[in-house]
């Protein structure tokens, strides 16, 4: 999904303003679910958002880091880590 037609920041960018809402809300919905395949993919759109909602962004991975604390396995910590700076594979 994140890399469609443009990927999500063209979405967030150049979209509907109801669409920028939306896919917030998915990506902030799926980093508080329990399921690391969930925030996997979340984190992943957010790196792909960071350069062009910078505080947005950062908020949502700070506010998920907060919230699952030890319960993020370290490979994720560290793909949390690498979205707040944009750089996502």
């Known amino acids: 999904l994140w890399e469609m037609d443009g990927g999500l ?26 399921s690391p395949p969930c925030w996997l ?4 759109g957010l790196g792909h958002t960071v350069m062009v909602h910078q505080a947005r962004a950062i908020a949502l991975i700070d506010d998920f880091r907060d ?3 030890s319960a993020v396995p370290d490979h ?13 594979l």
């Open 67 to 69: 919230r699952h604390g």
């Open 9 to 34: 920041p063209s979405v967030l960018s150049v979209g509907p303003v109801n669409m920028a809402e939306a896919g917030f809300a998915v990506l902030e919905h799926a980093l508080r679910l329990d």
């Open 41 to 44: 993919s979340a984190l992943h």
């Open 76 to 88: 994720l910590a560290r793909y949390a880590d690498s979205a707040r700076t944009g750089c996502v």
